[in-house]
């Protein structure tokens, strides 16, 4: 009973001409997006052993291991204010060369300026102390200064700015996602 009644709805010459229309459009429109999945060519090339221990680095990090988010990124407020403890490290967010650093009483206070090439830098400001020289190379493992409360400040922070072609940008654009705890 229902096989007839399906061979009636799909012989129907206005079925038949709605479907073959939709196809048609589909394969037309489907040859205009994209293949976004590229093909897979894997290579096993084993290199050697090692009997040390494997160490891997951070591209791209937080600039302080224990921080409180008090101030985000706006128009009027460049770049990103973490709050911690007076004394407490400071590292690049990524590997560069010091391209400056200022001692200011007024508006930033201590502050670094690292250039991660690619017309990116980043900005530290508001530190107690400053352990970098201009033209100093650093890594993620390189302690920039420590945090502090110079400059226009209410307290002990943080105030980190990405440039991109000198531009201030949303830090969190290129920070990594914060990562919960088990």
């Known amino acids: 009973m229902l096989k007839p009644f399906l061979r009636r709805v799909f012989e129907h010459k206005s079925f038949k001409k709605a479907l073959g229309g939709n196809l048609a ?3 037309f429109l489907g040859s205009f997006i994209p293949n976004t ?3 897979i060519e894997a290579e096993l090339t084993i290199v050697g052993e090692t009997s040390g221990p494997i160490v891997t680095q951070k591209t791209v990090q937080y600039p302080l291991e224990n921080y409180t988010i008090t101030q985000g990124f706006s128009l009027f407020h460049p770049g990103i204010d973490l709050a911690a403890p007076k004394g407490v490290g400071v590292f690049p967010v990524k590997d560069g060369v010091v391209e400056d650093v200022s001692y200011s009483r007024y508006a930033y206070g201590n502050a670094i300026l ?3 090439g690619n017309e990116t830098s980043s900005l530290y400001a508001h530190l107690a102390k400053i352990e970098v020289e201009p033209g100093q190379k650093v890594t993620t493992l390189t302690q920039l200064g420590k945090v502090g409360a110079t400059g226009h400040t209410t307290g002990p922070h943080l105030h980190l ?4 072609h000198g531009v201030p940008i949303n ?5 990594p996602s914060p990562v919960s705890p088990i």
Do not use: A, G, Y
Request: proline share 17%; hydrophobic share 55%.
């Open 161 to 164: 700015e990405i440039r991109n």
């Open 114 to 116: 690292v250039n991660h």
């Open 37 to 39: 999945v590229p093909p």
């Open 25 to 27: 459009l589909m394969v």
């Open 171 to 175: 830090p969190f654009v290129i920070l």
